[in-house]
């Protein structure tokens, strides 16, 4: 099994930073692609941004030029450095990971328990 373990959300004020923390561990053979996710009040899941095992890297485009995406490939983490926070950007952040596991033949897609993120006066 694998599991996920998010942290780093809070409360912080418009234009204030934050920074989320993710690690994976379990029955890992690999990790190809890590991503943090994040779902509003009443709105879809959405992505934020992505990172491959490789160093490549996307955005959705209302965080590009705030947010920068990392990760650790030794220690399977990843991170989202988060500065010039909006208050739309209040929601619940997830990370996720495309694991094969060790005993695995495909690939899938893991998902942590989420970190609140809100970003309030």
């Known amino acids: 099994q694998v599991q996920l373990v998010e942290s780093g959300g809070g409360l912080v004020q418009p234009g204030g930073s934050l920074r989320l923390s993710c690690a994976a561990s379990?029955?890992?053979?690999?990790?190809?692609?890590m991503g943090w996710y994040r779902q509003a009040p009443g709105k879809q899941r959405e992505l934020v941004a992505t990172?491959?095992?490789?160093?490549?890297?996307d955005y959705a485009l209302s965080v590009k030029g705030r947010f920068t995406i990392s990760s650790d490939n030794a220690k399977n983490a990843v991170y989202l450095q988060m500065n010039s926070l909006k208050p739309e950007d209040t929601a619940v952040y997830y990370c996720?990971?495309?694991?094969?596991?060790?005993?695995?033949?495909?690939?899938?897609?893991?998902w942590g328990q989420g970190t609140q993120v809100t970003v309030s006066s």
């Open positions: 996720s990971a495309r694991v094969r596991t060790t005993f695995g033949v495909n690939e899938r897609d893991y």
């Open positions: 379990g029955s890992i053979f690999s990790v190809n692609t």
């Open positions: 990172i491959t095992r490789g160093g490549f890297t």
